[in-house]
């Protein structure tokens, strides 16, 4: 179950061994998304009971949820589906991001939280939450907003802002100039981990910017996490002795 880099990394790693036999599955929510190497599949399964249909009709083995680490419905589903049909499961979920000297995080549990927060740490706002999840911005009418996403949002946007449209990675000269360009004075971002979207904190660091921080969903109850792909890739081929 994809959608990230970590998961084209690991059909990339399995369609070259022999005795796997690998299908990607995609939400279908990028319009021109990265395609990992292999048999994919896109869009929903209709809940757990769709997903565990697919599971069963497509004589899955093991399920690795190697999703974004804020896709936390179909993580869910996974660990139900899986337990129901006690197949093995393992969430692939990279580090978090972890704040270093000079850092101005200020964490909060979830968007609505950043919404409330960010009004009061700036007027111009960098806000790199991806596509979704923009709404719980849209009432906000006195700050500018930057809006950096993949594919166009869809539904309400604040009423001032700008829409950029760019999928990473990016540099952090680039970031750097950007905040500067656009005046940012606060940025808002998902801890999504790894070095693909880090630099923007990096140059948020040297400008010396608040970042308002949003944490992960929890993983449900008894998830096995792994954090490496090569660790994911061992477990996959220890159970398939
Ligand atoms: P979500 O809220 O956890 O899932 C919503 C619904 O989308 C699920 O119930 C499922 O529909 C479907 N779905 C999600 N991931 C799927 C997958 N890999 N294969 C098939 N169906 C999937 O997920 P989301 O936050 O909308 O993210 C959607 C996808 O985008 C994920 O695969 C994730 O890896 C990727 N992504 C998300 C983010 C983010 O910030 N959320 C960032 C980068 C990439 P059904 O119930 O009908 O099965």
Known sequence: MGGTREARELA????GEQGFDIVSSLAGRVRNPLLPVGT???GG???VDGLREWLVANGIDAVVD???PFAGIISANAAAAAADLRLPLAHLRRPSWTAQPGDRWIRVPDLAAAAKTVGELGNRVFLTIGRQGVGAFAGLTRPWFLIRAIDPPDGALPPRHELLLARGPFAVDDESRLLADRHIDVLVTKDSGGDQTDAKLTAARSAGLPVVMVDR????EGAVVMESVAQVWDWLRSAAE
């Not at 990339?12 to 369609?15: E, Q, V």
């Not at 969903?217 to 449900?220: A, E, R, V």
């Open 217 to 220: 969903p929890p993983l449900p």
């Open 12 to 15: 990339d790693i399995a369609s």
């Open 66 to 68: 190697a999703t974004h």
């Open 45 to 47: 399964f209709g809940g």
């Open 40 to 42: 994919v599949r896109v």
